[in-house]
């Protein structure tokens, strides 16, 4: 732990006590159950990347948690792409409430599993990959992956690597359905997900996109959302809240992070909501 002066730590105090505890002893081995800041219990592996930083600091990608936690309205509908092992998933069930509606998407057999286990029967988990074609893909999982679990990806071409899995289109699967948010982060296979999802676009039917892009200023993902009519922005952080900015500003995310951007149809009103400084998430 470099500095205590972090957001997980000033504005949930007991984290920073979990945190000095956990330095006097080794992570734990296996699954282990963490609670969220928004009282969600999860079960995921300290041994890598993901795991680890929730284990340590209570949540995982701290910006994208605290606009996806203001911008859900409660008794809303949103996707979870690439939901991993759900934490993302928990908040969004958490702000959709019972009437909310979550439908969450993640490949991995392994994933998948933790996946189920952590949203519980209100949270739908289908265990297909989008992309714009329903099909099969071949889902590869570099040697990496057994210290970040967040680094599998759908092949762009033939290859012997990997093993299939089923994929499906978001205009398929959702024909005549309306969300409030869309949550998209699957290892550069945004763009695949946002054609699946051209007649969703088209029609205004997702209000916010939140997605990762390492390359946004010449990413197709970004030139699908702006012709759809969305406004792009870069999200990050400071001690105060979370921060906004144009794509053409200086670069907002640490070194240490994926960038991570917010594409929505309603600047006004998501300025507004992100405007106050603080942290809803530790409220």
Known sequence: MRSPWKPWFVYRPRQLARRLGQMLTAPPVGLTAVTLPWGATVRVNPAETIGRAVWTTGVYDLAVCEVLFRLMPSGGAAIDAGANVGVLATLLATRAGPAGRVECFEPHPLLVERLRDNVGPRVAVHAVALSDRAGLARLVTPPEFATNEGLGRLADGPTCDGFEVPTATLDGLFPTACFDALKLDVEGHEA??????????????????????????????????????????????????????????????????????????DPAGAAALLAPRGWRVYD
């Open 192 to 265: 695949a997900v946002l054609r699946g999802a051209r007649g969703l676009l088209q029609r205004g039917a997702i209000r916010h996109v939140v997605f990762e892009d390492h390359a946004v200023a010449t990413s197709v993902a970004a030139a699908i959302l702006t012709s759809a009519g969305y406004t792009l922005w870069q999200l990050g952080w400071s001690l105060r809240g979370p921060a906004t900015a144009a794509l053409n500003a200086p670069r907002l995310c640490r070194s240490y992070e994926a960038p991570s951007f917010l594409a929505t149809l």
